[in-house]
């Protein structure tokens, strides 16, 4: 059977259809247009904003690395030259006892050599004194016992001394520019009871 066309035109046939904008529908579409246009240029620059910011922070950043770097040098150098120092400062020590040694050495008297030696030790001590103390390095006092520069190795009872004072040194105690490298070893006096 065939169908007949009736000559009646379908609304959904699928035919070229043009779609007509309104006037106020173009406006619409050119502001929306207009409105990402701006955005667009507001995001680029803000983009190069972030860009020229990100650069700087990145030079910033290694400004800082190379001068961490320069100061570390700069650090290591005076250390250095702090060890360099000390060691020059000790060489006439060295040279004392050796000349110390080497002139007792010649004297064929053993009680005039041996007291020479210790004439020329007691003055090479000193020098010694001397340089530590040029370094910031000086000796412990011992009028009180203080915990914090000195270390107790044992209770002795003594009458001719006051409750926890220093009765006898073992071994002498050093600061470095006030603080304690090496307490001073000692025995104090304990109450008898």
Known sequence: M???NS???????????????SPES???????????????????????????????????????ENDKKILKKEVDAQIEYAYERFAKDLLPVVDSLEL??????????????????????????????????????EPVHHDEF???????????????????EIVDIYQKGYTLKGRVIRPSIVTINKKSN
């Open 2 to 4: 065939e169908k007949k």
């Open 7 to 21: 000559g009646k035109k379908s609304g959904n046939s699928k035919g070229n259809k043009r779609s007509h904008s």
């Open 26 to 64: 173009k406006k619409e579409h050119s502001s929306q247009l207009e409105e990402l246009k701006a955005k667009l240029e507001k995001l680029e620059t803000e983009k190069e904003e972030l860009s020229k910011k990100l650069d700087e922070a990145l030079r910033a950043y290694a400004r800082c």
């Open 100 to 137: 110390a040694i080497d002139h007792a050495m010649k004297i064929e008297n053993r009680e005039e050599a041996f007291e020479k030696l210790v004439e020329g030790v007691q003055l090479t001590l000193k020098k010694m004194l001397d340089v530590f103390k040029n370094h910031g390095i």
């Open 146 to 164: 203080d915990p914090h520069l000195h270390q107790a190795v044992q209770q002795v009872e003594s009458e001719e001394h006051g409750e926890g």
